[in-house]
C-alpha cells in the first residue's frame, strides 16, 4: 500500500514539475512571441493561397470572388472594343467548305442603283443591318438600320456611322466594321409612326461627295399593299452635323408640268430616282423623273438641285441623255470562293500551327507555373528571415527588460538595433562577395575557353575597346584645340 502510495506521489510531482517547466518556458509565456509567430503563419498561408490562385488563373473556370466580379460587371466603353474579321466555323466532319472571297466595288455604280431589299427575314428578326457604304477615305462606314412592328406591319429606319479602324488594309478594315463602335446617335431617322397600317418609311445610302464629306440618301414612303408613294432626297453633311432636305426639286417638277404642260402630277402617280452628285458641279445631286401612267415609264427629265435643298435646276429632258455622276462610295462584294487545293493547304498550315501553338502553350504554362512558385518560395524565405529577426530583437528586448530601467532600456535597445543593423549589413556584404567570386571564377573559364579556341577572351576585347575609344577621344581632343 505504501508503495502505491509512494508512486502516486511520485507521478504528482513529476506533473508539477512539468507544468513549472512550462510556465518557465519564455516562448509559451510571453504572448508577443506567440502573436508575431501567429502573424506570420496568417501572412505565409496568404502568400499560399495567392500562389495557388494564381496557378488556377492560368485556366479561368469562371467562378470567382464578389469584388472581382463586380469588377468585371462595370460597364466599359464599346468603342474601345477590339474588332476582329468573324470567321465562318466549319463543322468538324466537313472535309471542304468553301471559304468566300471578297472584294471592294463602286457602291454606286450605275448611278441611282443602290436599293434596299429587305426579304422575309425582317418579319422573323424584326431589325436588320442593310448594306453600307464607305467613303472614298475609307474612314467611315454609313449603314441603315431597318425596324419592323409587328402590331402595324410598319417599317421605319435609322442610318448610322461606324469609324473605320486604322493600321490594316482596305479591305480588312471594312470587315472589320463593328456596330458596337457606331455613333451613338444616328445621322438621320424615318417617323416611327405605326397609326398606318403596312406603312414603310426606309432610307438608303446613295452615295458620297467626291471628299467623303457629304452623303446622299433617299427616303422611301409607300405601303406594302400599295406600293412606293414618293421618294425623298436628303443630304448629310459631316462637317456641320446637319442634314438637307431636297424635296424641294419634286416641288419645281411639279410646279413645271402644271405651269408649262398643264399636267397635273398630284393627280398621277410619279416619282423620282436620285442619282449622285454631278461630276461638273460637286456641290449638286442629279435627279431624273419618271410617271407611271400606263405601262411603260413617261420620262419627265433629268433634274439637279443644290446639295443644301435650294436651286432646282432642269438638266435635259432627253431620255436618251446620260448625265455625269459621280461614284465615289465603295462596298464590299463576294468574289468567288476559295479554291478546294488552297483550302486544303491552309489547313494543313493551321493543324501545324495549331501543334506549334499548343506545345508554345504548355511549355509557357510550365514556365509560368515554375516563376509563380519561384516568387512563392522567394517570399516565404524573406518573410521566415523577416520572422526570425523580430524573434531575435523581442527576445533580446525581454533579456533587457529584466536588467535595466525604461530609460535605460530605450538607450540599450537602441544601441542593440544599431549593432544589430551594422551585423546584418556585414553579413550581406559577405554573401555579395561570396557570389562575386564565383562570379570571377566563371569568368576565368570563359578567357580559358576563349583562349583554347584561339580567340581574344572577354576581358582582353573589353580593354581594346576601353583603349580604342581613348584613343578617340584623345584625337577629338586633339583636334578641337587644333580648331
Same mark, same amino acid.
Request: charged share 30%.
Given at each position: ?17 512539468? +507544468? ?25 498561408? &496568404?502568400? !499560399? ?82 448594306? !453600307? ?33 486604322? !493600321? ?27 397609326? $398606318? ?14 471628299? +467623303? ?50 399636267? $397635273? ?69 463576294? &468574289? ?106 566563371? &569568368? ?26 581613348? +584613343? ?12
Amino acid at each position: 500500500m505504501k508503495k502505491y502510495r509512494l508512486l502516486i506521489l511520485i507521478l504528482v510531482l513529476a506533473v508539477c514539475i512539468k +507544468g513549472l517547466a512550462c510556465c518557465a518556458n519564455p516562448f509559451v509565456k510571453d504572448k508577443r512571441q506567440l502573436e508575431l509567430k501567429y502573424v506570420h503563419d496568417v501572412i505565409k498561408e &496568404d502568400e !499560399g493561397d495567392k500562389r495557388d490562385k494564381k496557378i488556377l488563373e492560368l485556366h479561368p473556370s469562371g467562378y470567382m470572388t464578389v469584388d472581382e466580379y463586380e469588377a468585371l460587371s462595370e460597364y466599359k466603353d464599346k468603342s474601345t472594343i477590339e474588332s476582329v474579321i468573324p470567321k465562318i466555323e466549319a463543322p468538324s466532319d466537313f472535309m471542304y467548305v468553301p471559304k468566300p472571297l471578297y472584294t471592294i466595288v463602286r457602291y454606286n455604280d450605275p448611278p441611282g442603283s443602290p436599293e434596299l431589299r429587305l426579304g422575309k427575314r425582317i418579319y422573323f428578326t424584326r431589325q436588320i443591318n442593310a448594306q !453600307g457604304v464607305v467613303s472614298p477615305d475609307y474612314s467611315k462606314l454609313v449603314y441603315p438600320a431597318i425596324y419592323y412592328y409587328g402590331d402595324s406591319a410598319t417599317v421605319a429606319a435609322d442610318v448610322f456611322v461606324i469609324p473605320l479602324e486604322d !493600321g490594316d488594309t482596305n479591305l480588312n478594315k471594312i470587315l472589320k466594321a463593328n456596330t458596337a463602335k457606331r455613333w451613338t446617335d444616328p445621322i438621320l431617322s424615318t417617323d416611327k409612326l405605326i397609326d $398606318n397600317y403596312a406603312a414603310f418609311r426606309t432610307i438608303t445610302p446613295v452615295d458620297f461627295n467626291y471628299n +467623303g464629306t457629304k452623303i446622299l440618301l433617299k427616303e422611301k414612303i409607300g405601303s406594302s399593299e400599295d406600293g412606293i408613294w414618293e421618294t425623298i432626297p436628303y443630304v448629310y453633311d459631316f462637317n456641320t452635323k446637319t442634314d438637307y432636305d431636297l424635296s424641294a426639286v419634286r416641288d419645281a417638277i411639279v410646279y413645271f408640268w402644271k405651269e408649262y404642260m398643264d399636267l $397635273n402630277l398630284d393627280d398621277n402617280r410619279w416619282d423620282i430616282y436620285p442619282l449622285g452628285f454631278d461630276s461638273k458641279s460637286p456641290d449638286r445631286v442629279i435627279v431624273q423623273a419618271f410617271a407611271f401612267t400606263g405601262v411603260k415609264p413617261v420620262f419627265l427629265g433629268t433634274w439637279s438641285i443644290d446639295s443644301k435643298g435650294s436651286q432646282s435646276r432642269l438638266v435635259s429632258f432627253d431620255k436618251n441623255y446620260i448625265p455625269e455622276v459621280d461614284s465615289n462610295g465603295y462596298k464590299v462584294i463576294k &468574289d468567288g470562293v476559295e479554291e478546294y487545293q488552297s483550302v486544303k493547304i491552309q489547313k494543313k498550315m493551321d493543324e501545324n500551327e495549331t501543334k506549334f501553338l499548343q506545345k508554345q502553350k504548355a511549355q509557357q504554362e510550365k514556365e509560368a507555373i515554375k516563376q509563380i512558385n519561384e516568387e512563392y518560395k522567394w517570399t516565404v524565405r524573406e518573410l521566415d528571415d523577416n520572422y526570425k529577426d523580430e524573434a531575435r530583437d523581442l527576445k533580446k528586448l525581454r533579456t533587457l527588460e529584466g536588467s535595466t530601467e525604461d530609460v535605460e532600456l530605450q538607450k540599450a535597445y537602441k544601441q542593440y538595433l544599431i549593432d544589430q543593423t551594422q551585423k546584418d549589413i556585414e553579413k550581406i556584404q559577405k554573401k555579395i562577395d561570396k557570389e562575386q567570386k564565383q562570379l570571377d571564377k566563371i &569568368d576565368d573559364k570563359l578567357d580559358k575557353l576563349y583562349q583554347d579556341a584561339g580567340l581574344s577572351s572577354k576581358s582582353e576585347e573589353g580593354d581594346e575597346q576601353q583603349e580604342t575609344g581613348e +584613343g578617340e577621344s584623345s584625337v577629338t581632343s586633339g583636334a578641337q584645340s587644333a580648331n
